[in-house]
Each structure stands twice: as structure tokens, then as C-alpha cells.
């Protein structure tokens, strides 16, 4: 009970916080953003006693080498933190623009101007660095913030949540813009997430698990990520170069993330001179090949896929290899198994390159290039604060422009309706 | 159980129904349109037979006069439907556009390609034009639909669901581009709103009651509209002649919708003089006022408003009426008692205007113009859906385009990511 009325009491100020994150101006906002970068480089020390307490803690409880490392503050990840507020501080402002203003025939003027969202609630698992960039992301948005990371950070987050207090009082904004839910519990995230009159948008980041929990219980929109099963299609006469760096990229640069290659298909006519050339470099970099029929018979190392490795997400160094008889047989294993995050063909022709861009449903479609640019910075939108597989509000990386919706604003000189 | 399998059934077709509607042409989607126009003129005979069985029962069961109305088709209501569709027909292909391309710096064009939404579901109450502007509207963004009318239109939504079907079938596209929900047990709703991976938008109409359930069970995005209590604030200096027509037009003309003005909140240079002056004419046209302490000074026959007449939504010829002290005031009212609907200034001040303008939060900000604009059609958005008075995705009329998505769409020559 006393937990319900801390959160809902939170939710309730971060609601009046972020009237006044509306109204603060471009430079009010930018300030808050560089002051935050300054004292996050000069108070580091006592922020890695803070992160020791977490590491030390996540070591004796035995979690993996991954999770201590993604746990870890060290003077790279504060460098970027700082690097990346002073970015989001050098963006336009993305609130408050007027767009589409047209003429009506009986002389109104309509168009759409920018606003915040209000209230964005983000919840999240052990990096430490999604409180600082979050908070950038939200504010340079006009949004207030309610930060719920996870209990195996909760020392650094509280430490981060104080120097971001900071840079708030500073600049005249209330320390309510940015909060940090103190309860670790998990019992805390569905207060959260029936604050529907104080929140207006959830964005959950981390494992499947946590994103199912929140999507399941929330009555509040939310933007979500379930995973990227990415496929990259080489078509009847892709250039087999082209077509090995672009696998070679997709697969091998960064295995664990979600843009990474999972599923090669390859169209039967290039296969028996495509698959052997790229085997050699896969191998190399230390890649299992699980074939279909066809791929086995080209490829002798290939280990024979399973119906359970379509569609699948390795996160590794594992690539699932299919030969397909036609580009509609490519767009149809897609469509069957693919997870609407990014999907790529190589191809030279004009017509099917078309086809493939107009047909394939994901929130990035490449056409000669790697699966691993769908992501903000790549694609130009500058930080991202997630990437959207649902079509609602956005689809594919978020940045500061998604976390803005317009309103209208109807000019006129005495218009009455008849 | 077996509910639950032909509905699970009918949203998994819908999917499938789904990829085909979104890549149909333009002109095999406008022809569905027009062809149902014509459909529904030449069987309008047959129509009106099986309206008459959903009339009658509703008289039977004692509905309200203004619920029967809703209910019954007329000549006027059908050719206003075949009407609705040759000019949805008419409107620019919302889907396959490209904006927004741009060059980065290692030669990727970056563009984004507007898309379907995939599976809409609307869910709605009596009117059953519904139907038919739901279908055509999904239909042209590119959408399968489901459509779930009320139990008391269920003989008229049947027979127009068999009309729409022709139509589709006449053009080639699939019959589960467009399918009605046969059982109108409520708990047919419950089983909807858990296909989240059959459908992507939910859209109920009707009463609170109805959107509220929708939310607090739907796992799939909800687009909605509460209520609407619109103010309008007579400014220091405001022209009494367009005040007082925005006022009248605003309360009167069609007091029963959601744009329709609830508040006056009048600043206190103009009360003694304004008031007065509109009085007479809210009283002609019937209105009752119910005013605060100082309007009932001014205003004779004013009632003293309570608590509970300020952020009320009569929908009824009554009026609250406010006197303020200053801008400040009027925003302060209307951000604690508005409903982010629609909200209007009469001012001669420019700078006041933009404030105006920049603070209020509601889907429309008037200035000088009357809160009824707020609509699909005043707007310039064509045809309407509905209208969302939360942030995500849309704010406000929702017209074809905010049935879309976009998606990114990358044209390289073989980079890759360093």
C-alpha cells in the first residue's frame, strides 16, 4: 500500500514536472544537457564508488561475465555518456514547430506543431548508461521522465539520479522532471504501469521477458522491441562480392545485436558458386553453417538445419542458410519467419529491388547494404532511445522526434462553422 | 471455446487477408470503393428490410428515441455513405509514398515509405454507416479490417458486410479483407482484444463505458477518445461581435458532439460588457447558464455553477461560465479541467495568441475560430475515423493517413558498417 501511494505519488508529480519541460525553452534545455555532461566528467570518481557496490554485489550473486561488464562504469562509458547529452544538446530543438500550415476555403489557417508526449516511463535491466541517455532523450523531447532500472544498478542509477537532480536545480527545473523509482520490486513496475492519467507512454528495454511482462500488464501504450530475426536475400545475379561483404558485415561485425544477420537465402542459381566463396570467409571467423537440404549438398561443414533454426535468433555466431527457387520464395520465408526488424536483398536489378522494398514488412528494408544500419545514428536521427517492431507512433529507431506528437493549430480571423 | 477458435480464425485470416490488401493497387482498392457505392444504392431496398429487423426489436426493448435514430437507415443515410466512399475514392494513395530521402555521409539514401498498419479492428456501437466508413477507410490505407457492431445493428451490419464482400469479391481481393464479427456476446470483445499478433490497432466507438473497457483489456494498442470538454477564453480586448458568434456557433449549433463548447471562460475586463451581451442570445437559443460567483453578479439568470459543472461535458444546451483574472488564469483553468480535446482563444493580441497557442494542451488549439473545426473534415483530412485524444500515434482527427505507417527504406551499392 505505502508502495502504491510513493509510486502513484510520483507519477502525479512527474505529470505537473512535465507542463514545465513543455514550456522550457531551447536553451534552458540545452543547458541542463551540457551542465549534466560537466558534472557527470567531474564527479566520476564518486560515481564508480557507487558502481563498485553494484559490481561487487552482481560478482558475489554470480552473474554472467556479460551482465557484470554491461554493469560496469568506467571512464569510456562516462566519456560517451557526456559525449552523447553534448549531442543531443547540439540537435535541434524538436518541439514547438509548425509544419503542413495550408489554407482552408474559408481562409482558416491548419497546421501542426510539435509537442511533447508528457510523462515517459523507461523501464530497463542493468546498463547504468539508459539513466543518462533516457534522461537527455526525454528532456530535449520537452518529456518529464520516471526511470525504473534495474535492482543489480540500483547504487549507480541512484547516483546518477542525484548528479541529474542537479543539473535540473541548476537550470530552474523541477527535480520532479527526471525520477528514479527507488523500489527494486518487481510488484512496483505494474503500479507503473496502471498510471494511465500520469503516464503516456512506456518504453521497456531489456530481455524478452521483462518487454512480454510490461506489454501484458500495461494499460499505458507501449513501444517495444521483442527481437530482430534479420534475413538478407542474394537474388539471380547479385554481385557475389557485394552480396559476401554485406553477409560477412551483418553476421560477423557485432553478432549479439539485434540488426545482425540470422538467415542467408540465396537464389539457386548463384548458390552453387556463392555459398562455397562466402563458406571460406565464415569459416574464418569462426561461424556455424546450419543449411537447408540443398545447402548441406553444396556446403559439406554445414550441419543440417532444423525447422526450429528459421525464424530464430542466434545472437551468434551461428548463420541459418536457405536456397530458394525465386524472389517470391524469399519474400515468402521472410514473411513466414521474419520479425518485421530489418531485412536486406543484394541485387542488381531495378524491378525486383522494387519489389522487395515495397513488399517486405519490417521497419528497415536494405537494398545492397548491411542489415546493421537500422539503428538511429546510422540512419540519421541521431541517439536513439529504442527500436520500435510495432507499427503504432513509430517503427524501427527512435529518436527525440519520436518521443514528440503534433497537435493542431487552427488560425483564424472569427471562422464559425455552418 | 469455440468462440474463442472462430474468432482466433477470423484474425489469423485477417492477417493473411492483410498482405494482400496492402500491396493491392490504387486503383483496384478505389474500385472496391466505388463498386460498393453503387452496390449499396441498387440494394437499398434490401438493406432497409434488414434494418427494419433491428429497428423494430430496439423499439421492442424500449431504446431511446436518439438511439433508434442512430440505428434506422434512411434514403439520406445510404447515399451519405455511398457518398463517403466515392470521395474516400477520390483521395490521394496513402500508402507506398517516399519522404524524406536523404543522403548520409557514406553514400546510403535514407528515405521512409508510408505502409499499412496491417489489422485494424474497430469496435462500435449502434450506427451502422459505421460499417461502410470503417471498411472503405481500412480498405484504402491498405488494412484488413474486423468490425465488431453492436448487437442491436446486427441484421443491418450483416447485410452491409455481404454488400462489402461482393465488392471485394468483384475486384479479386479476399473476402477476410473486411470481416464482421458474427457474435455480439461481449466476451467475443475479451477474445479481440488478445490477438495481438493477429491484429495491430484497435479503435473502439461509442460510449466511455465501451472505451474504457476496451482499454483495460486490450493488449493491443488502443486509439481513443474519451470525452471532449472544450473551453473557449474571451481575451482582454477581445472583439464582442466574434465572441459572441464563436460562443453561439460553438454551444449551439450541434451541442450534442464532443467539439462543441462546454466552458466560457471570460477575462475580467470584458465581463461587464460581454456577458450582457451574450446572454440574450444564449438565452433565445435556449442555453442555460451556469456561471461562477461573479458571472451570476452580472448575469441575472445565471445558476451558481458547483464544483462538478467545471471540466463537465453537458453535451446539452448548458453553458459554464467563468470570470478570470488574466491569461494565467484561463490556462490554469483549462489545464485543470480540460480534456486535451479542443480548446479556443478570441484575442486581438499577438503575443498572447502564441501563448495560447504553445501552452494549451489539446489535440486542437482554436484561435479566433470556433471549437466545431475540431473534425476530419473542417481540418482537411477527409473522412474521419475517429478522434484521439491521446498522444501516441495520433492527436486528434484521425483521417486514411493516420491508418499508416512508415518504414525505413535504405538504398546503398554494397556499404557496410565500420
Not at 111 to 127: A, F
Amino acid at each position: 500500500m505505502e508502495m502504491e501511494s510513493i509510486i502513484t505519488e510520483m507519477a502525479k508529480k512527474a505529470r505537473i514536472a512535465s507542463r514545465e519541460a513543455a514550456s522550457a525553452g531551447s536553451a534552458v534545455k540545452n543547458r541542463v544537457l551540457t551542465d549534466l555532461a560537466d558534472i557527470l566528467l567531474a564527479e566520476r570518481k564518486a560515481l564508480f564508488v557507487e558502481n563498485a557496490r553494484d559490481v561487487e554485489a552482481a560478482r558475489e550473486k554470480g552473474l554472467s561475465a556479460a551482465m557484470v561488464d554491461r554493469l560496469t562504469l568506467t571512464d569510456k562509458t562516462v566519456e560517451s555518456m557526456a559525449k552523447g547529452l553534448r549531442e543531443v544538446a547540439a540537435q535541434e530543438d524538436p518541439v514547438g514547430g509548425i509544419s503542413h500550415m495550408r489554407v482552408r476555403p474559408n481562409g482558416l489557417m491548419v497546421g501542426k506543431m510539435t509537442i511533447p508526449l508528457g510523462v515517459v516511463c523507461m523501464i530497463y535491466e542493468s546498463r547504468p548508461n539508459v539513466t543518462v541517455d533516457a534522461a537527455g532523450l526525454c528532456l530535449k523531447a520537452g518529456n518529464a521522465v520516471i526511470l525504473r532500472g534495474g535492482s543489480e544498478a540500483i547504487h549507480s542509477n541512484t547516483a546518477l539520479g542525484g548528479l541529474i537532480a542537479r543539473a535540473l536545480a541548476e537550470n530552474g527545473l523541477p527535480p520532479e522532471t527526471v525520477s528514479l523509482v527507488p523500489i527494486t520490486d518487481r510488484a512496483a513496475v505494474n503500479v507503473l504501469l496502471a498510471q494511465e492519467e500520469y503516464i503516456d507512454l512506456v518504453i521497456p528495454r531489456g530481455g524478452e521477458g521483462l518487454i512480454r511482462f510490461v506489454v501484458e500488464h500495461s494499460r499505458i501504450p507501449v513501444l517495444k522491441h521483442y527481437k530482430g530475426v534479420c534475413h538478407m536475400f542474394v537474388d539471380r545475379g547479385a554481385d557475389h562480392g557485394m552480396a559476401e561483404g554485406i553477409c560477412m558485415n551483418a553476421k560477423v561485425q557485432r553478432p549479439g545485436v539485434c540488426n545482425a544477420l540470422e538467415t542467408l537465402l540465396v537464389h539457386k542459381d548463384e548458390a552453387r558458386t556463392f555459398l562455397p566463396r562466402v563458406e571460406g570467409s565464415l569459416k574464418a571467423a569462426g561461424v556455424e553453417i546450419r543449411g537447408c537440404e540443398r545447402t548441406v549438398e553444396i556446403v559439406a561443414e554445414a550441419v543440417p538445419a532444423t525447422e526450429d533454426d528459421w525464424g530464430r535468433e542466434f545472437l551468434d555466431l551461428i548463420l541459418a542458410v536457405k536456397v530458394v527457387d525465386s524472389l517470391e520464395a524469399a519474400l515468402a520465408h521472410i514473411a513466414a519467419y521474419g520479425s518485421q526488424h530489418t531485412e536486406a536483398i543484394v541485387t542488381p536489378h531495378y524491378d525486383r529491388a522494387l519489389t522487395f522494398m515495397r513488399r517486405v514488412d519490417a521497419s528497415a528494408v536494405m537494398v545492397n547494404a548491411s542489415t546493421r544500419f537500422n539503428d538511429g545514428g546510422e540512419l540519421g536521427l541521431g541517439a536513439e532511445i529504442g527500436i520500435s517492431t510495432s507499427k503504432l507512433h513509430a517503427f524501427g529507431p527512435m529518436g527525440v522526434k519520436e518521443l514528440t506528437s503534433e497537435k493542431f493549430v487552427v488560425l483564424g480571423e472569427g471562422q464559425i462553422r455552418s
